[in-house]
């Protein structure tokens, strides 16, 4: 039998299994040093700019452009794939077609397929004389080299994270609240909008969320799709490596650390979501 | 039974199926074909030319290689993690869960850009490794450490929802025997959670040979020396070799191919489910 000091078992209830001291000790200590310092590393860096220095670098005018483009082009993203998403959750749960296992592996392709080889593909299809381009050039509409681009790759990117979130609510769905609606006189519709949507509503939210916090860092399949032109198509995550490559720390380390607080809120959000829903879960 | 009222109409469901799969195939599919499409423009030859280039191969020599040392680190690490946080009660648990998810919104150039800040030349580190003759930036200690980050929550995530359903009662029962924790490890938990960690694993190697931008940020871009084959794909591109572009990219993407077929292969005969954020 191992000896468990009193102080130990005060902190935490006492177990025969052995191994706590090395797995806890080990996950703790490879977490602080990958993680944690480094992490640390920015705001400490950035907190040692002082005020002035950090507002002005932070939210320079270029910074608050690249800002809006990135969370304007991820929130936008994040709505088609909320739409869409849910369409294909729905699809994918609810009815039966030929193909349906290889249409629903491949919606995780996003996660599997580096972000490098989306990008130039994104683009070999939308540019001026692409697969897709071509056809849109003459009506006017331009999508590589503008926020649209953007948008195109970031619903590539984000939409498996709508998709998975919402299917396992749809799947647990009972028929039964939909009968119940049904026999109430409910039309299909009205029972979507009246009680599914509002059951699935924090599922697609926290797809939304995580679709968004994605898009807004998301690097490498836009940078071939966007054009970089600063000011109009210079997403944060590119200034901060354009900052980088100038030697300007200081900047690249505000704008990382700006967006990092960002990203942090949305995970807060995502949390605040799924601990409500919990609660309203029980009966 | 099936009402009129609780399911759509014919018409309806066939309108959604067809929405849903030319949304798909915009979205998804003409990407992955457009890759080979383009790889395979010129035929065969030229494809197999812009592999067999020295930087290139390079490129794939190193990509397999950061893969090799990361993806056994995160595996360690996520054993144990998912030791410790499963099979033991101690409060801050759900902190340590959100500690290790954090690499996941973190965006992949700030997960480089924190390592530039910690061993770059002008970094904390940077005069000390500086005198030492050592080089993490722009070398491939940096590549590997930004990857090792980037892919550091993929094996935990699929470990611990797992255990935590598994429970201790088995390895309750083998320690009581007289098994020692390391016997109990390899011949109850290890058993217990193998295909969970090999779908791990396999996302894990996945992200790791195909991660862009935090390893674009520490590795200097050096042919032959720094390039993986997300970067060499970029390099290319950028010269307007696209056969040569879309030839390194088509190996990824049939790498990305190979992953989802093992994973779904995974998922329907051992029942895992995927998570959502990756």
Redesign the interface.
């Known amino acids: 039998m191992h000896a468990i000091t009193p102080r130990a078992a005060r902190w935490r209830q006492p177990s025969v299994l052995p191994g706590f001291g090395l797995s806890f000790g080990f996950t703790l200590a490879w977490l602080t040093l990958i993680v944690l310092i480094p992490l640390a590393t920015i705001f400490l860096k950035a907190a040692g700019m002082g005020w002035q220095e950090f507002l002005a670098v932070a939210f320079s005018p270029r910074a608050m452009a690249a800002y809006r483009l990135s969370f304007g082009t991820a929130a936008m993203a994040g709505l088609v794939n909320a739409v869409f998403g849910l369409l294909v959750a729905w699809v994918l749960v609810r009815y039966e077609f030929p193909g349906k296992k290889v249409v629903s592996a491949l919606v995780d392709l996003p996660f599997a397929l580096p972000t490098a080889v989306a990008g130039i593909a994104l683009t070999a299809l939308y540019s001026p004389n692409g697969w897709i381009g071509q056809y849109l050039e003459p009506i006017g509409i331009k999508v590589a080299f503008t926020p649209i681009g953007i948008t195109v790759a970031l619903v590539f990117i984000g939409l498996p994270f709508v998709v998975r979130s919402v299917e396992p609510v749809l799947e647990d769905l009972g028929k039964e609240v939909e009968e119940a609606a049904a026999t109430l006189g409910a039309t299909r519709w009205q029972t979507f909008l009246l009680v599914i949507l509002p059951t699935i509503g924090p599922a697609l939210l926290t797809g939304f969320a995580l679709a968004f916090a994605r898009g807004v860092g998301e690097y490498g399949s836009v940078i071939f799709i966007s054009g970089n032109m600063p000011g109009r198509t210079e997403i944060a995550p590119l200034l901060i490596v354009t900052q980088l490559e100038q030697y300007a720390y200081a900047g690249a380390t505000a704008i990382a650390a700006v967006m990092m607080l960002a990203s942090f809120l949305v995970l807060l959000l995502i949390n605040l979501i799924q601990a409500t829903s919990r609660l309203r879960m029980v009966p | 039974m099936i ?1 009129r ?4 109409g014919r018409l309806t ?1 066939a309108l ?2 067809g ?3 030319v ?2 195939g ?7 074909v ?2 080979f499409s ?1 790889a395979l423009k010129m035929g065969l030859v030229p494809f197999l030319d812009a592999i067999h280039t020295p930087d290139a191969l390079a490129a794939i020599r190193l990509t397999l290689l950061i893969a090799a040392i990361s993806v056994p680190l995160n595996m360690v ?1 996520g054993l ?2 998912s ?3 499963t ?5 801050g648990k759900a902190l ?1 869960i ?3 998810d ?2 996941f ?6 997960s480089g ?6 061993f770059g030349a ?1 970094g ?1 580190f940077g005069a000390w490794l500086a005198e030492h003759d050592l080089k993490i930036i722009f070398a491939v200690p940096g590549i590997v ?1 930004a990857t ?2 980037i892919t ?1 929550p993929f094996v935990a995530r699929e470990l611990i929802p797992l255990m935590l359903e598994q429970g ?1 009662d088995d ?2 029962a083998a ?2 025997l007289g098994a ?2 390391w016997q ?2 390899w011949h109850v938990t290890l058993p217990n959670i193998r295909w969970a960690l090999l779908y791990g694993v396999l ?1 894990c190697n ?1 992200r790791a ?5 935090a390893v ?2 520490v590795s200097g871009h050096i042919r032959g020396e720094t390039n993986t ?3 060499h ?2 390099i290319l ?1 950028n010269e307007y070799d ?1 056969v040569g ?2 030839a390194v ?1 088509s190996l ?2 049939l ?3 190979v ?3 093992a ?2 292969v995974l998922e329907w005969r051992f029942d895992l ?6």
């Open positions: 009402t009222t609780t399911t759509e469901r959604l199926i929405l849903a799969l949304f798909l915009f979205v998804l599919f003409l990407p992955l457009v890759v383009e690490f144990a993690a030791w410790a946080i099979k033991f009660q101690f409060p340590l959100t500690l290790i954090l690499p919104s973190v965006s992949p150039v700030v850009l924190i390592f530039v800040l910690l002008n904390v450490l090792v980050f550091f201790k390895e309750e320690i009581s020692s924790g109990t490890f996302l996945a040979m195909g991660e862009f931008g674009s940020v084959m997300p970067l794909v970029e591109y696209f572009a879309f990219a990824l993407a790498l990305a191919l992953t989802l077929v994973k779904t489910h995927a998570g959502a954020r990756h």
